[in-house]
């Protein structure tokens, strides 16, 4: 995932996360407002692009919420040499 996670992007590639954060956004939409108003891109960055949230603060949200985030990492067949490298002792 490249830097920076927009509401598009996240329901793009897990739409199972977008509607959880959906979901905590119709009940506690003020609690993170600056949270919601960047993952929807509604303000400009200095440089003129839209605002974004990091995987981080995506986690922070859905932690205060009561979520308990895991995360499998696995290595992708595809890229084979790329893995192998990390593991090697």
């Known amino acids: 995932m490249s830097r920076g996670i ?15 954060l959906d979901r ?7 609690k993170h407002y600056w949270f ?5 891109g ?3 960055t200095p440089s003129g692009k839209n605002r974004t949230v990091s995987l981080g603060a995506i ?10 985030v895991e995360i499998n990492v696995k ?3 595809n890229k084979k040499q ?5 593991l090697k002792p």
Not at 36 to 40: G, H, V
Not at 82 to 86: A, C, D, F, I, S
């Open 6 to 20: 927009t509401k598009p992007k996240m329901k793009r590639m897990f739409p199972e996360v977008a509607d959880i």
């Open 59 to 68: 986690i922070d949200v859905l932690n205060e919420n009561g979520f308990d």
């Open 75 to 77: 290595p992708n067949q």
């Open 36 to 40: 919601f108003t960047n993952y929807a």
């Open 42 to 44: 509604k303000y400009a």
């Open 24 to 30: 905590i956004e119709s009940v506690n939409k003020s």
């Open 82 to 86: 790329l893995w192998e490298e990390v």
